[in-house]
Every structure is written in C-alpha cells, then in structure tokens.
C-alpha cells in the first residue's frame, strides 16, 4: 500500500512556534510510516531540527534577511508559481499551509489547479485579532470555505468563525519537543531566575513583565528576569529597562535553540501576551516541569493552565495581579515544585508528539467531507 503523503507549507523552519510544529509533526510522522515535505520560501542560519526522513525543498535559496528585501508583488507572484510547480512536483496527499501569509500564497498557487491531495490550512493565532483588516477576515473565512477542512489549535479559535463552518473546523493541539521531557534543572539557590520567551513585539507585552519585575524587586533583591527573542521592539524594551536602573536584574538574550539555556537554571516562567494562538513557550516551560504563570489572553492559556492547579492565570494587562503572582511562587517553594510537576503531568498527558500526530492522521484521513 502506497504510503500517504503530508506537504507543509511554512516561510522557514527558524524562529516562531509554527515553524517548530511543523518540524515536530513532519518528523513524527514518518516514524507512522508516512512521507513528509516541507516546503519553505527561505532558509535560516538556525533551523528546528527534522529527522533525516523528511524531505525539505527550499524555493528559493535567499536568507531570511534578502528575501525580505526582496518582496514585493512580482515576486509573490513568482514565489506562488514556484509553489504551484512544487506541489505538483511532489503529488501530496494532503497540503497543511501554516500561518496567514502562506495560506494566501498557497490559495493563489492552487489557483485553477485539480488536485488529489486535499487542502488543510492552519490558524495560528486569535482569529479575532488577527489578520486585522476587515478585507482579509472576509478572505480569511473564504479560505476556510474553499479549503477541505481547516486546523485550529484550541476551541475557542473555532467559535470565533461563523457557525455555519464549525463542521469543517478541527481542533489540534500544539506537539511538544520529545527533548524538553530530558531538559535537566539546576536551579540557582543564589539567585531567582524568571525567564520570558517570545517575539519582541507588542503582542507579547514585555513592557508590562519588566514593570511587574520592578515591583517584585522592591521586596526581593536576589531575582532576574533573562527575556529570550528578538523583533522590532528590543531598542525601545532595552531603553526601558535602561531608563528603570534595571541592567543587572533584567536581560534581552536574544534568540536561542538551546532548551537548557533558556530553562534549566529557571525557577519561575511568565507569559504576559495580549493575545496568543497556542502559547509554544508556555507548553514548553510546562513540559520541563517549571512552574508559570500566565495572563488569562485570547487565546490559549486558559485551555493548558487550570490556575492555582498546574499554574496560575492573571488578568491581561494587570501589572498588580501579576506582581503578586509573581511574589506569591518566590515565597512558596513548595507550591512552585507542586505546580512544575502537575504541568508536566499536563503536557506529558495531552501534549506528545505521539499524540497530537496521531490525531493529525486521524483528522487528514478519515475526514472525506
């Protein structure tokens, strides 16, 4: 029997969460005795890890940093036609866009095309918030009508589509890294390390983890926050830190692949976004067992943390609450080592890749609609 074929789409396989999905799924697929492709606009100096099994085909062979030089709308148009040639090249049985952007070009690709392979395109972040231009939400909802079924990653991104295409809307959780389950802790007697991971951009609300940080401070000398990421807003995150005295105790590290570096020494992980998709940083610092603490935002935490079980949620925007959150974990050790280990347990439960591809496959192949 001829092995069933997965293509994902994805602007690289460096930095953000979708990336890191889809290297987990495609990997964990071929271990069921499937094919794998992905296929990418760019290439990356770091690139998530995919197992020897999968196949990469690359459209172009620019940096992250030339090919955004070079967009512009003779180009998407050549990218799409490239994309078009790939897919046809590589007969899929089902085609998975990830992200906004590339499910529009994947759209534009397809155009006129009869295809075997089914189309199964992704939401990442909150379809109410994002894309924000009332035009493409209405494009947004064609897709999903156009498209054999579509992916979400929590049931509250499902009800923020009209009703009327629920029955075509599955819901998949986010896989976790196999590696995170052997990250060992070391945590630092001396000082208390609280760690944040994201984009640095305003979605992520930094500002607002640095000004609670500042709070916490005026009680508890021996804390630092190490904020892993990069994006638009580190000049500006950077010069509140400076203008607060805050150098010693809070640090931008910058991006990193390394799981023992951004979590091993941590005592305590905070998520302060606005908004999210699934949270990834937040599984992941649950799957190292530490303890976390998270604003309740659209969407996603409030699916993973039951607060005050496996973690605590706070009210989006509320510098008071979280500070005292915050406080709260310093001074509990003993709640901090019981909330790590129930948010393992969480992730170990729902969230392995086994898991989640499995229920891929059973979402891709015995959905016929």
């Not at 990653?153 to 890294?177: D, M, R, Y």
């Not at 804390?223 to 640090?251: F, T």
Request: charged share 25%.
């Amino acid at each position: 029997m001829k092995r069933k074929k997965y293509l994902f789409i994805v602007p690289s396989l460096s930095k953000g969460g979708a990336e890191r999905v889809v290297s987990v799924l495609a990997s964990e697929l071929t271990k069921k005795e499937r094919d794998a492709v992905i296929v990418t606009h760019f290439w990356a100096d770091e690139e998530y890890p995919v197992c020897d099994n999968v196949k990469i085909v690359c459209l172009s062979e620019l940096n992250e940093k030339d090919y955004k030089k070079k967009i512009s709308i003779i180009y998407l148009i050549k990218l799409a036609r490239m994309l078009r040639k790939a897919i046809i090249q590589q007969e899929p049985d089902y085609i998975l866009p990830f992200l906004w952007t590339t499910c529009i070009r994947t759209d534009l690709a397809l155009l006129g095309l009869k295809l075997k392979g089914r189309v199964i395109q992704t939401v990442r972040n909150n379809p109410e918030v994002f894309p924000e231009n009332r035009v493409m939400k209405k494009y947004r909802n064609i897709l999903v009508k156009k498209s054999n079924l579509t992916i979400v990653q929590n049931e509250q991104q499902k009800h923020c589509f009209p009703e009327k295409h629920w029955e075509k809307i599955k819901v998949l959780l986010n896989p976790v890294s196999s590696s995170l389950f052997q990250v060992k802790r070391h945590e630092n007697k001396a000082q208390f390390n609280i760690v944040g991971v994201g984009r640095l951009e305003k979605q992520k609300n930094f500002d607002l983890l640095i000004d609670a940080i500042a709070d916490v401070l005026s009680k508890y000398t021996n804390i630092k926050l190490c904020i892993y990421g990069e994006g638009s807003m580190k000049k500006e995150l950077q010069a509140h830190i400076d203008r607060m005295n805050l150098e010693q105790q809070v640090v931008l590290k910058g991006r990193s692949s390394d799981y023992e570096e951004i979590y091993g020494t941590a005592s305590l992980f905070v998520l302060s976004s606005n908004f999210e998709g699934m949270p990834n940083t937040l599984l992941e610092a649950m799957a190292v067992g530490l303890p976390c603490i998270s604003t309740n935002c659209p969407t996603g935490p409030s699916d993973i943390i039951q607060s005050g079980k496996n973690g605590i949620l706070v009210p989006v925007g509320n510098k008071e609450k979280l500070s005292k959150a915050i406080e709260t974990l310093i001074q509990d050790k003993e709640l901090r080592n019981h909330m790590g280990m129930a948010a393992k347990q969480t992730i170990l439960l729902q969230y392995t890749p086994e898991k989640i591809t499995q229920q891929l496959i059973d979402i891709c192949e015995n959905n016929r609609k």
